[in-house]
């Protein structure tokens, strides 16, 4: 049997879905599904998990209508506020791929504040996707890779976000959808993708759990035989 995953990365989806089977705001089912990455961040310790990284915010949720983009604000900044004395304490690494500088500026100092506060921290990384885009990421990286030199699979990659990462070995999507939504574009070529139709809030560690267990079972081969 394989060893476990290294890297996972989850986008996390259908809390909209959630909150209308139960006639309740979309905001509870956000607020729900941030309930869902606490409970989640606590399953995980012990998992061994060297990264997990988590699709919190895509660039093009920025359509969304003001109200939600406000409720996913506020509720970041709370979650911030809330649990970095448990993350910090337990030794994860916060780290943001994408670019959070175009949050409130209260959104931006409380991010900031976490970033520097784990950044020494030796455990798991927890890599949240704030504002971001893998086709934008991979633009991003090009052009750094051609002002310093050639590029090659190995500068473009050490210019990505996740470029001190370990590579992705799993990928997870929630609620049924199968597509990447401009995800971890890059990093995905050799990862194992699970798709389920559990909706975000609905998320346990025991899910997480099967995805892996799916993924020891597998051969991956890299191209080879
Ligand atoms: C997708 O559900 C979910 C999002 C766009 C936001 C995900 C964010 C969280 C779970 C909160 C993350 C917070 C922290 C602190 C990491 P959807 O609204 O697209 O659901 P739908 O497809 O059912 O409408």
Same mark, same amino acid.
């Given at each position: 049997?394989?060893?476990?995953? *290294?890297?996972?990365?989850i986008?996390?989806?259908?809390?909209?879905?959630?909150?209308r089977?139960?006639?309740?705001?979309?905001?509870?089912?956000?607020?729900?599904?941030?309930?869902?990455?606490?409970n989640?961040?606590r399953?995980?310790?012990?998992?061994?998990?060297?990264?997990?990284?988590? &699709?919190?915010?895509?660039?093009?949720?920025?359509?969304?209508?003001?109200?939600?983009?406000? #409720?996913?604000?506020r509720?970041?900044?709370?979650?911030?506020?809330?649990?970095? #004395?448990?993350?910090?304490?337990?030794g994860v690494r916060?780290?943001?791929?994408?670019?959070?500088?175009?949050?409130?500026?209260?959104?931006?100092?409380?991010?900031?504040?976490?970033?520097?506060?784990t950044?020494?921290?030796?455990?798991?990384?927890?890599?949240?996707?704030?504002? &971001?885009?893998?086709?934008?990421?991979?633009v *991003? @990286?090009?052009?750094? @890779?051609? @002002?310093?030199?050639?590029?090659?699979?190995?500068?473009l990659?050490?210019? +990505? #976000?996740?470029?001190?990462?370990?590579?992705?070995?799993?990928?997870?999507?929630?609620?049924?959808?199968? *597509?990447?939504?401009?995800?971890?574009?890059?990093?995905?070529? &050799?990862?194992? +993708?699970?798709?389920?139709d559990?909706?975000?809030?609905?998320?346990?560690v025991?899910?997480?759990?099967?995805?892996?267990?799916?993924?020891?079972g597998?051969?991956?081969?890299?191209?080879? *035989?």
């Amino acid at each position: 049997m394989a060893d476990g995953p *290294r890297h996972v990365a989850i986008i996390m989806d259908g809390n909209g879905r959630w909150a209308r089977q139960r006639h309740l705001p979309r905001a509870m089912g956000h607020k729900r599904g941030v309930e869902a990455v606490r409970n989640l961040l606590r399953g995980v310790r012990g998992m061994g998990l060297e990264a997990l990284t988590l &699709y919190a915010f895509s660039s093009e949720n920025w359509r969304r209508p003001a109200d939600e983009i406000d #409720d996913l604000t506020r509720l970041m900044k709370h979650f911030i506020r809330s649990d970095l #004395d448990e993350i910090a304490a337990n030794g994860v690494r916060l780290k943001i791929i994408g670019d959070h500088s175009a949050f409130d500026e209260e959104a931006v100092a409380l991010i900031d504040g976490a970033l520097t506060r784990t950044a020494g921290n030796t455990g798991t990384t927890l890599a949240i996707a704030l504002n &971001y885009g893998g086709q934008q990421e991979i633009v *991003r @990286a090009a052009r750094a @890779a051609a @002002a310093q030199g050639e590029i090659t699979e190995d500068t473009l990659a050490a210019h +990505l #976000d996740t470029a001190d990462m370990p590579p992705l070995d799993l990928l997870i999507r929630t609620s049924g959808e199968i *597509r990447l939504s401009n995800f971890l574009l890059w990093q995905s070529a &050799y990862a194992e +993708l699970s798709f389920t139709d559990v909706l975000w809030p609905d998320f346990t560690v025991d899910h997480l759990r099967q995805a892996v267990a799916q993924f020891a079972g597998r051969e991956r081969r890299f191209g080879g *035989r």
